[in-house]
């Protein structure tokens, strides 16, 4: 059973950090390429950071410079980090896993920046 398990969300003021962390379970983590995708009220997921097997990443541009994502095999966890937040960087953040042909979901964590 393939389990994705975010944590880290909450309420930060504009500016402010925050820290995600996704344990993975139920796959071979090394293998797979991990992203973090939001979603805000009434709009789209998108995605936010990737990491593929083997530690290149992308951005979306609205990130840049400001969030970097991570992993660690030896502990099955992917991590963003998000500095200089913004109030439209609220949303929900999922975890993501994919190899060609399967992928699986993380539950999501609420991420709100307001002052």
């Known amino acids: 059973q393939v389990q994705l398990v975010e944590s880290g969300g909450g309420l930060v003021q504009p500016g402010g950090s925050l820290r995600l962390s996704c344990a993975a379970s139920g796959i071979i983590f090394s293998i797979y390429a991990m992203g973090w995708y939001r979603q805000a009220p009434g709009k789209q997921r998108e995605l936010v950071a990737r990491?593929?097997?083997?530690?290149?990443?992308n951005y979306a541009d609205s990130v840049k410079g400001r969030f970097t994502i991570s992993r660690d095999n030896a502990k099955n966890t992917v991590y963003l980090q998000m500095n200089s937040l913004k109030p439209e960087d609220t949303a929900v953040y999922y975890c993501h896993a994919a190899l060609p042909g399967r992928d699986y979901w993380g539950q999501g964590t609420q991420v709100t920046v307001s002052s």
């Open positions: 990491i593929s097997s083997g530690g290149r990443t």
